[in-house]
């Protein structure tokens, strides 16, 4: 069985500064994950893949995220947040696709 | 333009109504589903489409109807539809079913049911 959880319902930054998005996941063999975003009103964006090729991910608009198959995790990183990164953000695994819960970005000023 | 679209965006409608969501993609995809997203439940699935006349249940199914008689339609239809339905809806499509392919997302179908 799958299954993906994000361990931050909501996270605040200050613009600048480094956003961390944290997620574990489980599966009984070899996954496939991506992040995905959502911006306010809008449908969901890929923003990267990890299908086992090189470990640390490097997706759209500056994020990336790191495959670490010891921790069980592949969580999503960025150096500097930008005010436009502001949106909720969406850990999946597999071919089934299973979302976790989300966790929503907010930007401080 | 590759897309998924969804009508309508936007529906309100009374217990029991039957109603029809449609979703269409012009990518030529093989695999379609429907998702619905709550808030602190993220996206959880309802219905997929292996290709044309394969469908199978997601994790939800209950209360919901769907059908894949052309490649690039995937109707979602709620014959009885109940308050507890009310929800945001996400239609997707992807090349193929395979996990290391992209899932494209349509814009959303809000359904309030009273």
């Known amino acids: 069985a799958q299954s993906v959880t994000q361990l931050d319902s909501h996270v605040s930054v200050s613009e600048g500064t480094p956003v961390l998005l944290r997620c574990n996941y489980s599966?009984?063999?070899?996954?496939?994950l991506f992040w995905y975003v959502q911006h306010p009103n809008k449908g969901l964006q890929l923003l990267l893949k990890y299908t086992s090729a090189a470990t640390l991910v490097k997706g759209i608009n500056g994020f990336e995220a790191e495959f670490k198959k010891s921790e069980t995790s592949f969580h999503l990183t960025k150096p500097s947040a930008h005010m436009s990164d502001a949106a909720e953000y969406f850990c999946v695994v597999n071919e089934k696709l299973t979302f976790g819960t989300g966790t929503r970005l907010t930007i401080i000023p | 333009e590759a897309q998924v679209t969804q009508n309508p965006r936007y529906l309100i409608t009374v217990t029991g109504k039957k109603l029809t969501v449609t979703c269409s993609q012009n990518?030529?995809?093989?695999?379609m589903s429907w998702y619905r997203q709550d808030p602190g439940l993220g996206l959880r699935q309802i219905y997929y489409s292996m290709n044309v006349e394969v469908t199978d249940k997601g994790d939800v199914p209950e209360g919901y109807k769907v059908s894949r008689k052309e490649k690039r339609n995937f109707p979602l239809i709620l014959e009885s539809p109940s308050p507890n339905q009310t929800s945001l809806y996400f239609c997707?499509?992807?090349?193929?079913?395979?996990?290391?392919?992209?899932?494209?997302f349509g814009p959303g179908t809000r359904l309030t049911v009273t």
């Open positions: 997707a499509s992807s090349l193929l079913a395979l996990g290391t392919y992209e899932q494209y």
């Open positions: 599966s009984s063999y070899s996954p496939s």
């Open positions: 990518m030529n995809h093989e695999y």
